[in-house]
């Protein structure tokens, strides 16, 4: 029986009746290992010295005016009656959402046996991770004196203090404590094969000792494999609930309050979609100068871009429809304070934000109809740096502009921004990027095993 040789394929993108490859090139199960382990093995190179030094450097100023912060007090931030909740309640939903396309991507792609998330589910996750920590920051320093932190506790004390229960604040603590927990798990978990594969690699005994404590004993035995897959099974089912509930309890800290352009019930699945939106407009800006920087586009092809793309075409959708329908609940309501705070967004003196906020995030995502778009790495950058601004200005429009004008014209203010309030939130990048630098150097950012569970199997000799 005469061998058939499969037709080469030139390009990585779907097109009808041909499903493209996940992984090109001429790789095999130790080729892949070789290009994921490259960055932790071999001489680190120039161009990650340099961003880690300018990501640590905003970092240090980061920290240096949470110090300044809690030293002098939280009037150093612009947030004057009536816009008590500024720019750290903003950057705070900002960060939460950003970390909503690591879940989405592992858990949900996942249980739907969606193939092409192998390539990226990892650095996703890790940005999971690193967006939660960037937003546990803001709520924790915006209480104001900070050591007394701990009267937010159920802690029995001679005050008769106790947390309200019934507020979305505090469900807020415990969605994303939840959230960050099982993440971090999920996280840590699919790592530990790929953990054990650069112990084995290792030349430093420190390196061999690290990665072996990590790897907690994994030698790729069928039985570790079944308590994996078992364990990693039971993680995602329990990941999946969190991608709808954790911002919709962050939705509720508004939604459930009586302020005008706060009070509706549309927030919930508006704000889950725009934390999938923006989630995945973040992995993409960050993947596409990683795959090319460190060698592994055979591995993060155009098929995973392109199809991360359509996922950003439908969620921005969803928030383009999200904000149509707020206008029309708001005059369908006949509500006059919930008609005035909507035509103010659009017309009022944050018109400039409003704006901002809809061409980033309806306008641009459009664009990845044109194929040729979707399909050119640079042109997906461009865009999502777009979105990423539009879907913070977002948050901006939802929280300040609702609260700068409320019931009675005479308590009405304009939020301004101080400086402390720029360079924090900059700052907040800065810890993010230090984060994920690390873990590109010194953990594998794409999952080995799973790149390998999706390649096509080698055949015995005599096989055809």
Known sequence: MASVTAEPIDTTIEVPGKRTPLVTGAHNYGTVTDAVCRLAECKTPLAWYVALGISASLMGMLFGLVGYLIITGVGVWGNRSPVFWGWPIVNFVFWVGIGHAGTLISAILFLFRQDWRTGINRAAEAMTIFAVICAGLFPGIHIGRV??????????????????????????????????????????MGMIPDLASLRDRAKGKIQQFAYGLFSLGWNGSSRHWHRYERAYLLLAALATPLVLSVHTIVSFDFAVSQLPGWHTTIFPPYFVAGAVFSGFAMVLTLMIPVRSICG???????????????????????????????????????NRYETFAFINRAFGPYAWAYWIMVTCNVISPQLFWIKKIRTTPWMIFVVCIFVNIGMWFERFVITVTSLSRDFLPSSWGYFKPTIVDVLMLIGSFGLFMTLFLLFCKFLPMVAMAEVKSVMP???????H
């Open 457 to 463: 199997r080698p055949h015995g000799k005599g096989d």
């Open 296 to 334: 592994i586009k055979d591995l993060l092809t155009d098929r995973h871009l392109e199809n991360m793309t359509k996922v950003i075409i439908a969620t921005g959708s969803m928030v383009g429809y999200a904000y149509a329908m707020e206008f029309f609940i708001a005059w369908y309501g006949g």
């Open 147 to 188: 050591w007394l932190a701990y009267w937010l506790f159920p802690i029995p004390n001679q005050m008769a203090m106790w947390p309200n229960f019934r507020s979305p604040l505090l469900w807020d603590v415990f969605a994303v404590s939840t959230y960050a927990t099982v993440s971090l798990l999920f996280w840590y």
